[in-house]
């Protein structure tokens, strides 16, 4: 009865440390990124992220906090809304493209999640600028 109470005790904090984790991870979605790198597969498995050649100064997305999108790589879409893992960006006519996106070491990788889709590997590399 012992083990019992101690493996549903254990079973509570992670999931009450697992929210608390998608929480932060939603928080740090907020504010201004840098476009730095892109991953185009050819089809074989053997893509790789490679530095971009910026258009402008920089090419950025910025998630405000109220739910707004300005962006000059996704410059259709003018709001955002975030689910688990998936941020989807809403043009004005309320179309929308959902992202599948994760964080690691500071650095945000955002890829196609439908309706449209790569029909080989891509995704898109981010750095945090400013606050």
């Known amino acids: 009865m012992k083990a019992l ?3 549903v005790l254990i079973a509570i904090v992670l999931a009450a440390t697992a929210c ?3 929480d ?3 928080f740090n979605l907020n504010g201004k ?3 730095t790198e892109a991953l185009n597969d050819p089809g074989d498995g053997s893509g790789k992220f490679r530095p971009v050649v910026q258009k402008t100064e920089y090419d950025f997305v910025q998630f405000n906090t109220n739910g707004t999108l300005n962006s000059s790589i996704f410059s259709d879409y003018v709001r955002y809304s975030v689910k688990d893992s998936t941020v989807t960006l809403y043009k004005s006519d309320n179309s929308l493209q959902h992202y599948s ?3 690691h070491d500071g650095v945000l990788d955002m890829s196609p999640a439908g309706p449209l889709y790569c029909i080989e590997g ?3 590399r981010f750095v ?3 606050n």
Request: proline share 0%.
């Open 101 to 103: 996106y994760k964080f």
């Open 24 to 26: 932060a991870t939603v």
């Open 33 to 35: 990124w840098k476009l």
């Open 122 to 124: 891509c995704a898109q």
């Open 5 to 7: 109470f101690h493996v």
């Open 20 to 22: 608390h984790k998608d």
């Open 128 to 130: 945090k600028i400013g």
